[in-house]
């Protein structure tokens, strides 16, 4: 009878260790999974970097914050110099083909309408002009909360997307530095002289609206600047930092009117939110200022979109993943010295910070300056993940190509149906089936390898 006690007991330990075992598999394969998100999102910060030193390199100068055609106030006929860094690196991020369609007259099949060079407004309903609906997947992290619901189990028979916001998202972001004053401001024809040198003097990020900066600019050097980092995109709706709260007065001269506006009740919000538009490089849309630390909420003032506050964000543990100039990659926690958010920012005029004298926003501000004689003697934590050195870099996600209409997606092969469809898995959790023959050459000869490897 002792005996047969003493074998019972041990069978409910075996099972109360199983048990255990059992609930913790899935929060270390969650782990995994976040940690796994984590690093494919720092791994686009580094290939994006790689992209705007070969375009350095290319054209002897970095993108304008704000670029592209002027002179029509027709949208449909110019993008009024309003696209951002990401439309002009697409070629340096294997993305030739989509770049070909924004740098060339593309024509609507369906309507018939024929756009010029360089498309009109970023802002141009995506359905009808389709490159603005076509973000590449290289500007989109796919970090996630841990809640988050399964996979989405769509099937489409093409490569294409379908126009949703997560097409037309991005959630990769400019350094505009510790400015305040009209930050967003556009200029488009002869500017105000006041104005644009009040302008000039309150930018001292990487990156400026109508204006290229060259690396020889920053004389802080290239270590001690940063040039890119990660935001919250409108699409995934995380209300504390992917919203943007509107007409916070005085908010130039006192950054922290933006978290006493984001306590407050009654506050109002601008209809888009932050990466709400890739192509775009206005900073309520693809920059930030290192002015409230990381995962603050975002604002604008009285003078509307032209003059913002907007943050990093992430939906990382406790801080950002920033890109600096010299191609690094690094962690920055919410808890970075950022200073005394209820100082002016630079400017010209009274009241303000003096053009030249230290950020007034601490390391997280001085980390944005490009040119202020700012002794940074920190060192931030690498990001651990290795570069990916091309969107083909894995075995089984690639970027698959139609060799009729060149629309890519970059998917990860699942299999050769009956010898004559291709099964691919978008990293949304889409699935595509589309017939092998409307594929490009090399692409139907992958993918049979690819079959053949994953059935021995």
């Known amino acids: 009878m002792k005996n ?8 409910l330990g075996v099972i109360v260790c199983v048990a255990v075992a059992a609930s913790l598999v899935p929060r270390t394969i969650l782990k995994q999974r976040v940690q796994a998100r984590s690093s494919a999102c720092s791994n686009n910060l580094r290939t994006i970097g790689l992209a705007f030193h070969n ?7 970095l993108p304008a914050g704000t670029g592209g055609t002027t002179g029509n106030d027709d949208p449909a006929k110019s993008n009024q110099g309003l696209l951002g860094p990401l439309v002009g690196v697409l070629p340096f991020c294997e993305q030739q083909r989509l770049w070909e369609h924004v740098a060339n007259p593309h024509e609507n099949k369906r309507t018939g309408v024929v756009f010029p060079p360089m498309g009109p407004i970023p802002l141009f309903d995506p359905a009808v002009y389709e490159p603005w609906g076509r973000g590449p997947d290289i500007y989109r992290c796919p970090e996630a909360h841990p809640g988050d619901q399964a996979e989405s189990t769509e099937v489409i028979r093409s490569l294409q997307l379908p126009i949703t916001a ?10 505009y530095g510790d400015g305040t004053v009209l930050q967003g401001k556009v200029v488009q024809g002869r500017p105000d002289a006041n104005e644009s040198r009040n302008r000039r003097a309150a930018n001292r990020g990487a990156f400026m609206t109508s204006q290229s900066m060259k690396f020889r600019d920053f004389l802080d050097g290239l270590s001690n600047t940063i040039l890119y980092s990660e935001v919250v995109s409108s699409q995934k709706r995380d209300p504390g930092v992917s919203e943007i709260i509107r007409d916070v007065r005085g908010l130039s001269q006192a950054p922290v009117a933006c978290l006493r506006a984001a306590e407050a009740d009654g506050k109002q919000f601008w209809e888009f939110g932050r990466g709400s538009c890739w192509a775009d490089g206005r900073p ?6 290192t002015v409230l630390p990381p995962n603050s909420p975002s604002c604008t003032s009285q003078h509307g979109i032209d003059e913002p506050i907007v943050s990093a964000s992430s939906l990382h543990a406790d801080g950002v993943h920033v890109l600096i100039a010299d191609g ?53 934590p690498q990001a651990t993940s290795r570069p990916r050195s091309s969107n083909r870099g894995s075995m089984n996600t690639s970027v698959w190509t139609d060799k009729t209409s060149g629309a890519q997606l970059t998917a990860e092969f699942i299999e050769i149906k009956d010898r004559k469809t291709i099964r691919l898995k978008h990293a949304s959790g889409t699935i595509h089936e589309v017939p092998l023959h409307t594929l490009i ?16």
């Not at 997560?166 to 350094?175: F, I, L, P, Q, R």
């Open 166 to 175: 997560m097409g037309v998202t991005a959630d990769y972001v400019a350094s």
């Open 441 to 456: 050459p090399s692409d139907i000869y992958r993918a049979v390898e690819m079959d053949v490897m994953k059935k021995n």
């Open 328 to 380: 690094s990659v690094v962690f920055i926690t919410d808890n970075i010295d950022a200073g005394d958010a209820s100082k002016a920012g630079v400017g010209l005029g009274p009241g303000y910070t003096s053009p030249g004298m230290p950020s007034p926003y601490g390391l997280w501000g001085a980390l944005g300056t490009r040119a202020s004689a700012e002794r940074i003697d920190v060192q931030f």
């Open 4 to 11: 047969r006690s003493a074998s019972l007991a041990n069978v």
């Open 284 to 289: 309520v849309y693809t920059g930030f200022q």
């Open 55 to 61: 375009y350095h390199a290319a054209y002897k100068q």
